[in-house]
Nanobody, 125 residues
Framework: VQLQASGGGLVQDGGSLRLSCGAS????????LGWFRQALGKEREFVSA????????TYADSVKGRFTISRDYAKNTVYLQMNSLKPEDTAVYYC???????????????????WGQGTQVTVSS
């Protein structure tokens, strides 16, 4: 499984960005695809995840109402639309894949088996 994250950049407070995670290597029917972030000096934290089949989603409380996760079957891609960005959203964002069959996506980084490289998101005040 290969995951390729892109779409990061520099944006002002209140701005928007859309991150993409291209997935390849196998069928993802039983997988969850998730986004995590890690700010400088802090631990990696869960942001959002989606079940590839069925589309169940889950979000961290800190991003609910501002971020939206979605997937495109044809492109084998997961997106994270980030609106109303805040300086505290600044971090390296990682996409990850959990191969376990679950009813809802898991929020623990240790549940994810495959990781892409990160993409930097910087929100200026």
């Amino acid at each position: 499984v290969q995951l390729q994250a892109s779409g990061g950049g520099l944006v002002q407070d209140g701005g928007s960005l859309r991150l993409s995670c291209g997935a390849s290597g196998r069928s993802f029917a039983s997988y969850s695809l998730g986004w995590f972030r890690q700010a400088l000096g802090k631990e990696r934290e869960f942001v959002s995840a989606i079940r590839w089949s069925g589309g169940a989603t889950t979000y961290a409380d800190s991003v609910k109402g501002r971020f939206t996760i979605s997937r495109d079957y044809a492109k084998n891609t997961v997106y994270l639309q980030m609106n109303s960005l805040k300086p505290e959203d600044t971090a390296v964002y990682y996409c990850a894949a959990d191969r376990a069959w679950r009813g809802m996506p898991d929020q623990s980084p240790s549940s994810y088996d495959f990781w892409g490289q990160g993409t930097q998101v910087t929100v200026s005040s």
